[in-house]
């Protein structure tokens, strides 16, 4: 997992949303820049962005 710029949002078509079992992150899938955001959600921040190919729909845990 590669390091997004820290607290950038992705606001290209976020489509798919997954929260951790712990509570601790939550995961993006970004439709047009063909990345999964994760987002930490005591901060509120991107935490890390992670290329997945093309047009990612979905994210499961």
């Not at 949002?9 to 994760?38: C, K, M, W, Y």
């Amino acid at each position: 997992m590669s390091a997004g710029r820290p607290g950038a949002i992705d606001r290209t078509r976020p489509n798919g949303l997954a929260v951790a079992p712990d509570g601790r992150s939550v995961h993006v899938s970004n439709f047009e820049s063909d990345t999964l955001s994760v987002i930490d959600t005591a901060t509120d921040r991107t935490v890390a962005t992670v290329p997945v190919g093309d047009g990612p729909t979905g994210v499961a845990h």
